[in-house]
């Protein structure tokens, strides 16, 4: 009989052991490098994920709305604590937009008073449908309110300023009531910057907020004292409830072309998307028996829709805990985007990982504040061209949101018409469909023919104030940047 071999001695039994320890030994250490492998990737990740967005576009194009998306998302412990603080951002926004009305009416009584009117079919003139009850209310108003925004702007922050001169004659071709070019409340980033919001564990320290503006305790103690500026908006908002829910004075402000619907804290309600919004439009002025009430508390739509223009340019970092997949950072740049501060822009484009460009559609009949020979559409072409030609951005991916579809596609249903602003859209259907088509094509033709290298065509058409549809955009686009940049790490 013939024995088997014997290899390297002992038993098959012995042998066949042998290996399977061997095996599983084998087995244990691949295990063990991949732990360490994977463990190595999450640390790069951990250390190495940090994406760094820069918002870009004109000024009141959305940039800083983005920005209260993110927080919204990532640090809405600290955007909940801080909402209370934009109680009188809030209410100068609303007496803003009042004593635009008011100066609507008094200029529509001065000017429109029917004295050279000789033709007996014209129409009556708008003053003949103001009563003296208006005319009282206004002048009450006039006096109120310019106290109201003082006393606001002092109670603020002293860092808030303002800019444009706001006090300017009134003349037939430069009317009083020209949103554009009014003053606007706005804050140095820098000093705004000591209220942002950082996710984690850690709270923001109270030594960081703005000691002038009101925290909760200071909300409740203004409650109880009518005199506080916070409260002022209270003692004349019968006055402003009244007017602003008068029919005549709807009448008048369209028929003066006051375009109120383009004014800060409006919102145009939407069920779907909000280019198929049913133009249900509302605005911090439908809004004024709640935000000027004594107990008002703002809540995360006011605090969106709230205007406050940035100056400079503010950093902003939330991180993101993914558990087992690590942590990363998202550090986001809200640039101020008035033709002033742009040129502080470039210093931030080589560290960028991704651009998001806003570009508001609904300006398309508008002049730009800074410059009233310049069409706002136009002025954001120009400015997407010059960001897309950029040598040090060559390599960095852009996300263009065109913004505001919500207010065009209103505007559209209101009758206005683009081939009136834009000749080259010629006989296009007028809708917001059509006109966003048209305007994407443009900026996509753009991006083509002015990028140094080759770049994919990230367009959406947003509404930034729609936090929901927001929050699902910026996720989509956050989890593609992620990916990437980890790709470029070579950790995927
Ligand atoms: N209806 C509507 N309003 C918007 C939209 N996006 C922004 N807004 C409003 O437009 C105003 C201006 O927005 P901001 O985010 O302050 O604009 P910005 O680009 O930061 O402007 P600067 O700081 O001057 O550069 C705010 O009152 C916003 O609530 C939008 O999609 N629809
Ligand atoms: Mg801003």
């Known amino acids: 009989m013939l024995s088997s071999p014997k290899r390297g001695g002992g038993s098959a039994a012995e042998r066949a052991a042998k290996a399977r320890k061997q095996e599983a030994d084998a087995k244990l250490v691949s295990d063990q490098i991949d732990a360490m492998l994977e463990e190595e990737k999450n640390n790069l990740a951990k250390h190495r994920s940090v994406i760094r967005i820069l918002l870009l576009g004109q000024s009141e194009s ?90 606001l702007k002092a109670r603020i922050s002293p860092s808030l300023t303002s800019h444009l001169p706001r006090s300017r004659p009134s003349t037939a071709e430069q009317p009083l009531v020209d949103p554009e070019a009014e003053t606007e409340l706005a ?15 850690k709270a923001p320290s109270s030594s960081r907020r703005l000691s002038a503006l009101p925290n909760v305790e200071d909300l409740q103690a203004a409650s109880a004292n009518p005199k506080d500026p916070l409260n002022l908006t209270a003692t004349c908002r019968q006055d402003m409830l009244d007017l602003w829910f008068d029919p005549v004075v709807k009448e008048i402000l369209a028929k003066r072309k006051v375009r109120w619907q383009e004014w800060p804290g409006l919102y145009v309600r939407c069920s779907t998307s909000p280019i198929h919004a049913s133009d249900h439009i509302t605005s911090f002025l439908n809004d004024l028996d709640r935000v000027t009430a004594q107990n008002y508390r703002p809540i995360d739509d006011d605090v969106v829709r709230a205007r406050l223009k940035t100056m400079g340019v503010s950093d902003y970092s939330f991180v993101i805990d993914q558990g087992p997949r690590g942590t990363y950072m998202w550090r986001v740049l809200d640039v101020g985007g008035s033709r002033t501060q742009r040129h502080q822009w470039m210093q931030y484009f080589e560290d960028a990982s991704a651009v998001i460009f806003l570009a508001p559609l609904s300006a398309f009949d508008q002049k730009l504040a800074e410059d009233r020979s310049v069409n706002r559409l136009e002025d954001s072409l120009l400015l997407w061209k010059s960001v897309c030609a950029s040598k040090l951005l060559a390599n960095v991916d852009f996300i263009l949101f065109l913004n505001k579809v919500d207010i065009l596609s209103a505007k559209l249903r209101s009758g206005v018409r683009v081939q009136k602003y834009v000749k080259s859209y010629r006989d296009r259907p007028n809708t917001a469909e059509a006109a966003a088509k048209y305007f994407k094509d443009k900026f996509q033709a753009i991006q083509r023919e002015y990028s140094p290298k080759k770049r994919p065509f990230y367009c959406y058409l947003t509404s930034v104030i729609d936090t929901k549809a927001t929050n699902a955009i910026l996720d989509n686009v956050g989890e593609s940047l992620l990916r990437k940049n980890l790709q470029t790490i070579g950790v995927l």
Not at 74 to 94: E, H, K, S
Not at 187 to 201: D, F, I, K, M
């Open 62 to 151: 959305g940039k800083s709305t983005v920005l209260k998306n993110f927080q919204l998302m990532y640090a809405r412990d600290a955007f909940v604590r801080d909402r209370d603080n934009w109680r009188g951002v809030i209410l100068l926004n609303v007496v803003r937009c009042m004593q635009r009305v008011v100066e609507a009416l008094i200029q529509a009584d001065e000017h429109d008073s029917g004295d050279e009117q000789a033709d007996e079919d014209a129409p009556p003139p708008l003053s003949s449908i103001l009563t003296d009850s208006h005319r009282r209310k206004c002048m009450r108003l006039r006096a109120s309110l310019d106290l109201s925004e003082k006393a």
């Open 187 to 201: 804050v140095q980033a820098h000093t705004w910057n000591t209220l942002r919001l950082e996710s984690g564990p």
